[in-house]
């Protein structure tokens, strides 16, 4: 190969990362659009389609046509549509669904922020801040409607992630856990069906656990087994179970905020309990990881940041715990055990 073939072939990567861009919001209009529900009873025309979303059907048959060759949706004759087993899944309601999440990737509060990503290198603040004026968390505060698209995306990952989370580590071990911070209960009711003899609580603010009781993730057969208790980790974790855990939560916080939920958690966790942290746990050197690339999505969005092990580790000693064992699930998850010290 030639210097100048090399150099082309080791350019041709860097060119295609644009298409990540076009797909990623041609994916954000379609199920905005709501474009899988349409097709759940099989292939409709272009026509059909726009007529019953009202947009222009030559737009819609340019984006369906991009996101067809991407082998999400299938062109079965021209301009005319199908769902395929990607598409399927940004149909409403449906298992695995991810219509919500897809969704929220596309809301202003989370796409605009990459195109500060500069602004966030150069101070090390979370660009949609700058955007808003205001923290994340307030901001929904104040605008319900994007708080509910949040909740929702939140909502669709703890259903995929609930039942691998619940079975990767044996929770019952504990008798009684409480989800600090744990929004709508899906994640906790995942590990109270999965361990029949644990007792929880829901722990969150109580405008989340309004949400909570709406949703009624915990009700049922579960409600038995189950309570809400309004907390603000920040001022005070309530005692009153065995072991503490908390997804996705430390990972939003820089680590002076860390500290303060994770300092009031030490005092909350019995000696014979435990914390359980369910977050990415960053691999060293170039070894690919999802968490990697969120780890820059918490630069943007909240200031937070991912860790590896030892980070964690040291973080936790801080906060008077021991990092007894880290536990891998079958995804990128790990479950942090901490014990106190």
């Not at 861009?21 to 389609?49: N, R």
């Not at 990952?157 to 989370?165: D, E, K, Q, T, Y």
């Not at 409480?178 to 709508?184: I, P, R, T, W």
């Not at 019995?270 to 999802?290: C, H, I, K, R, T």
Request: contains cysteine; proline residues 5%.
């Amino acid at each position: 190969m030639t210097p100048e073939a090399s150099s082309a072939a080791a350019l041709s990567p860097l060119l295609y990362v644009r298409d990540g861009l076009i797909v990623h919001q041609a994916l954000y209009a379609a199920a905005k659009l709501g474009v899988a529900d349409l097709l759940k009873d099989g292939p409709q025309a272009t026509t059909e389609l726009a007529a019953q979303l009202q947009v222009n059907e030559s737009a819609l048959h340019r984006v369906l046509r991009a996101l067809a060759s991407r082998g999400i949706f299938e062109e079965t004759s021209p301009r005319i549509f199908a769902n395929n087993a990607s598409s399927s899944y940004l149909r409403t309601g449906v298992p695995g669904s991810v219509r919500s999440v897809v969704i929220f990737w596309g809301t202003e509060t989370y796409y605009r922020p990459f195109g500060e990503i500069l602004y966030s290198i150069q101070t090390g603040q979370a660009a949609r801040s700058k955007l808003l004026g205001m923290d994340g968390w307030e901001y929904m505060q104040q605008n319900p409607e994007v708080a509910r698209i949040f909740d929702d995306a939140m909502t669709g990952l703890s259903a995929l992630a609930g039942p691998v989370i619940a079975s990767a580590y044996d929770f019952g071990n504990w008798d009684s856990i409480m989800d600090v911070g744990g929004g709508n209960g899906i994640l906790l009711a995942s590990i109270l069906q999965a361990h029949r003899r644990l007792r929880g609580v829901l722990a969150d603010l109580p405008h989340v656990l309004d949400r909570a009781r709406e949703h009624a993730f915990l009700g049922g057969a579960l409600e038995a087994r189950s309570a809400i208790q309004p907390c603000d980790f920040f001022h005070e974790v309530p005692t009153g179970c065995r072991a503490y855990v908390m997804k996705h939560v430390i990972h939003d916080w820089d680590d002076e905020h860390a500290h303060i939920i994770l300092a009031n958690c030490r005092r909350a966790v019995p000696a014979d309990g435990a914390l359980l942290l369910v977050e990415w746990a960053l691999p060293e050197g170039n070894l690919p990881s999802a968490g990697k690339l969120m780890d820059v999505v918490m630069l943007l969005m909240t200031g937070g940041r991912e860790r590896t092990v030892e980070e964690y580790r040291q973080l936790l000693a801080r906060a008077g715990f021991r990092l007894n064992r880290v536990v891998p699930s079958s995804t990128d998850l790990n479950i942090i055990e901490a014990l106190p010290d």
